[in-house]
């Protein structure tokens, strides 16, 4: 199976990779690939969850002393938001 690059930035680096590793382009072009493969990438919940968490912990950082922080604090005796 070929494959056709047609974006020529993407064959510029390609050929600048084989040039550097001293290899076709073929053999660049797969060495990138099993690389790019190896490297774990995080699931999408991942990244929401570390997100929130940054998120989470700026808040913290930057809220005035005198906030509660007790959930019963943001709700009314009807459990609606206060």
Do not use: F, W
């Amino acid at each position: 199976m070929a494959l056709n690059i047609k974006n020529e930035a993407t064959v510029a680096k390609v050929r600048q990779l084989a040039t550097r590793l001293d290899t076709s382009c073929v053999a660049a072009v797969d060495l990138a690939v099993d690389y790019a493969l190896r490297v774990p990438v995080a699931s999408t919940e991942e990244l929401k969850l570390a997100r929130a968490r940054r998120t989470a912990a700026s808040y913290r950082a930057h809220r005035p002393a005198d906030t509660p922080l007790d959930p019963s604090d943001l709700y009314d005796e009807n459990g609606l938001y206060a």
